[in-house]
Nanobody
Framework: QVQLVESGGKLVQAGGSLRLSCAASGRTFSNYNVAWFRQVPGKEREFVATIGRSGSTTYYRDSVKGRFTISRDNAKNTVFLQMNSLKPEDTAVYYC???????????????????WGQGTQVTVSS
């Protein structure tokens, strides 16, 4: 089983950009579909985007479509989340998650992912 470590979160002004990284340990990273979730205090963790094992298929929640792009580099065992045109409502702790056994990338529930990172804080000021 892989271990995931997120990085790249910081304070940014509204309209700005950030790129988050999710680095995985282990040789089987390419066997995992990977997703980004986010969570604010007092609310449930919510799905943001997911990418298939080869990187050719992606899926996004509606509120980030056209602003966020998920990608992966399996040679470097890393998944990225490029976030543009950031809004204050994007403020959250962002987590990456891995699903090894699923046969679809369209999983949006936390229970469908078995491997999680520790999270990275993104704060967007108005």
């Amino acid at each position: 089983q892989v271990q995931l470590v997120e990085s790249g979160g910081k304070l940014v002004q509204a309209g700005g950009s950030l790129r988050l990284s999710c680095a995985a340990s282990g040789r089987t990273f390419s066997n995992y579909n990977v997703a980004w979730f986010r969570q604010v205090p007092g609310k449930e963790r919510e799905f943001v985007a997911t990418i298939g094992r080869s990187g050719s298929t992606t899926y996004y929640r509606d509120s980030v479509k056209g602003r966020f792009t998920i990608s992966r580099d399996n040679a470097k065992n890393t998944v990225f989340l490029q976030m543009n045109s950031l809004k204050p409502e994007d403020t959250a702790v962002y987590y990456c998650a891995g699903d090894r056994d699923g046969n679809t990338i369209y999983y949006t529930r936390t229970s469908e992912y078995e491997t999680w990172g520790q999270g990275t804080q993104v704060t967007v000021s108005s």
